[in-house]
C-alpha cells in the first residue's frame, strides 16, 4: 500500500498519488531515482479527480480514492494527458465512479475509449480557455499539443492558484517529501534532467505552454511526476524559457538532388527554405548541373545531408549514385543523413538512396527511429512524395522541422 496515502494540498485538494521507488523502466531508460504518479483530487460539490496513477498501481489507486471519498460520488474525471502512467488508473476508477464524465481534449477521447473500453461513458470534450464549474472551484484548461503528447493540456485550478501540468514540469523522483520547499532541497538537476529526456524534443510547443502559464498567477505547480512546486515557482518556469529557446547554430545542410521535371528540386527548395528559417545554412546541389568536388566539400562542411532522386525505371537517375559512391572517402562521422524524393508509383529511387546511407556512417534518420526516439508519428523518413510536391507540403515541412529541431539541439 502506498506508504502516503493521501496529503491534503489547499481547502478540500488532495495528492492521491503513488511513490513507485523502484528502478523503473520508461521510454527505454531506467529511472534510476524512481518517480511518482501524482493523482489529485478536489473534494468538492461535484468531486473531480486529475489524473490517475500508472497501470500497475491500479488497486492501491482506489483504496487510496476509496479513504476519502465514496468513488460513485466523484463527478468527474480529468485526464490530461492519456499514456499509462497517468491515464493507467482510469479503467479502474470508471468502473467505480459510474456516474463521472470522463474531461479530455479531443484527440484523446479516442484512445481513452479504446484503452479502457470506456465507449460508453459520458466525455466531455474541452478546448483552449474552456472552463468547468466543479463546485465551489474552477477549473481551466489549455491545450499542449505534444507536452508531451498530441492529446496533452494542462489545468488550472482559478481559486487555489495551482496548475496542473501533468508531464510538464516534472522530475522522476520518489521522495515523500512530495514538495519542494522542504528540508532545503534543491530539485533543480533532478528538473533539468527530466526536461532534456521528455521536453527537449518537443521543445517548439514550449513557446505556446509559456504564452498561457504567463496569464495565470500560479502559487503551486502540482505535475504528475515528482516533486510539487511551492518554491521558486518563476524560476522553474524561466528554465523552461531559456531551455527551450534556440541554440545559436551555426549548423550547415547540404541537400544534393536530381529530378526529370523539378518536383524532387521542388522538395530540396522546400526543405531549404525550412532549414534557413530555422537559421541552418543551407546548399542546395543539382548533381547533374554542379562540380562533384564542390558537391563532396559541401558535404564534408555540413552537419547534415539530405540526397533526393525521382525513380525512372525503378532506379535513382543522372550523377546522384556517383556522389553516394564516393560518400565512403569521407569521414561522416556525427553527420546526419536522410532520403528523399518524388516518385509516381513505387519511388525505388528513393530506397536504393537510403540503402547507400545506411551503409556509410551516416546517423541516417528513418521513421522507425524518430518513433522511437520521440514517440512521433507524424515525421516520415526517407521522405516519399508523390509527382508534384504540392499535395504533400505538410509531410516535408514535417520533415524539415525534425531535422532544424534535431540539429538546434543543445546537447
Ligand atoms: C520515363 C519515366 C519512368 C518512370 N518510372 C517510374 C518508376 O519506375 N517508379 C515510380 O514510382 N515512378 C516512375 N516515374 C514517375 C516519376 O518518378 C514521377 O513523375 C516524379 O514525380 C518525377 O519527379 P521529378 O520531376 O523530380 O523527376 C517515371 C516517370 C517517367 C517519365
Known amino acids: 500500500m502506498n506508504k502516503l496515502g493521501h496529503v491534503e494540498l489547499g481547502k478540500d485538494i488532495y495528492w492521491i498519488g503513488k511513490i513507485d521507488d523502484r528502478k523503473v523502466p520508461f521510454h527505454r531508460l531506467i529511472l534510476e531515482k524512481g518517480t511518482s504518479y501524482n493523482a489529485y483530487l478536489l473534494k468538492t460539490e461535484k468531486p473531480t479527480v486529475i489524473d490517475t496513477v500508472d497501470i500497475s498501481f491500479g488497486r492501491e489507486f482506489i483504496e487510496n480514492v476509496s479513504s476519502l471519498i465514496d468513488p460513485k460520488e466523484i463527478q468527474y474525471i480529468v485526464i490530461n494527458h492519456t499514456e499509462p502512467d497517468h491515464s493507467g488508473g482510469l479503467g479502474a476508477l470508471a468502473l467505480r465512479a459510474t456516474e463521472a464524465t ?4 479531443e484527440p484523446a477521447v479516442h484512445e481513452l475509449k479504446e484503452m479502457y473500453r470506456l465507449h460508453n461513458r459520458n466525455f466531455l470534450v474541452v478546448k483552449d480557455g474552456d472552463t ?3 463546485g465551489g ?62 521536453i527537449h524534443p518537443h521543445r517548439r510547443y514550449v513557446g505556446t505552454l509559456l504564452d498561457a502559464v504567463k496569464d495565470m498567477d500560479i502559487k503551486m505547480i502540482a505535475p504528475s511526476h515528482g516533486y510539487i512546486i511551492r518554491k521558486d515557482i518563476e524560476k522553474f518556469i524561466d528554465l523552461y524559457k531559456s531551455l527551450s529557446a534556440d541554440m545559436a547554430t551555426g549548423k550547415k545542410a547540404a541537400i544534393v538532388y536530381t529530378t526529370m521535371k523539378n518536383s524532387t528540386k521542388n522538395i530540396a527548395m522546400l526543405l531549404k527554405e525550412i532549414f534557413e528559417e530555422n537559421n541552418i545554412e543551407t546548399a542546395v546541389f543539382n548533381a547533374d548541373k554542379s562540380e562533384k568536388e564542390e558537391v563532396l566539400d559541401s558535404i564534408k562542411e555540413a552537419d547534415v545531408i ?5 525513380t525512372r525505371y525503378a532506379d535513382m537517375i543522372g550523377n546522384l549514385e556517383e556522389i553516394l559512391k564516393s560518400l565512403k572517402d569521407i569521414n561522416l562521422e556525427g553527420k546526419v543523413g536522410a532520403a528523399f ?29 524518430v518513433i522511437k526516439s520521440t514517440g512521433m508519428t507524424h515525421v516520415e523518413f526517407p521522405v516519399r512524395v508523390r ?3 504540392n499535395n504533400e507540403q505538410e509531410k516535408i515541412k514535417n520533415a524539415g522541422i525534425f531535422i532544424s529541431d534535431l540539429l538546434l539541439s543543445n546537447h
Do not use: R
Not at 539530405?306 to 525521382?310: K, M, Q
Not at 518524388?342 to 528513418?366: F, N
Open 306 to 310: 539530405l540526397f533526393g532522386s525521382s
Open 132 to 134: 468547468l464549474d466543479v
Open 102 to 105: 470522463i474531461v479530455c481534449t
Open 137 to 198: 472551484k474552477t477549473l481551466k484548461f489549455k491545450e499542449t499539443p505534444y507536452l508531451h503528447t498530441e492529446e496533452t493540456m494542462i489545468t488550472y485550478c482559478v481559486e487555489d492558484q495551482i496548475l496542473f501540468p501533468c508531464d510538464i514540469f516534472s522530475t522522476h523522483v520518489a521522495d515523500e517529501k512530495l514538495f519542494n520547499d522542504v528540508d532545503g532541497i534543491d530539485i533543480t538537476d533532478d528538473f533539468i534532467g527530466y526536461y532534456n529526456v521528455i
Open 341 to 369: 524524393g518524388s516518385y509516381g508509383w513505387s519511388g525505388e529511387a528513393i530506397e536504393v538512396i537510403q540503402d547507400y546511407l545506411l551503409e556509410s556512417k551516416l546517423k541516417v534518420l528513418t521513421t522507425s527511429n
Open 387 to 389: 509527382f508534384a510536391p
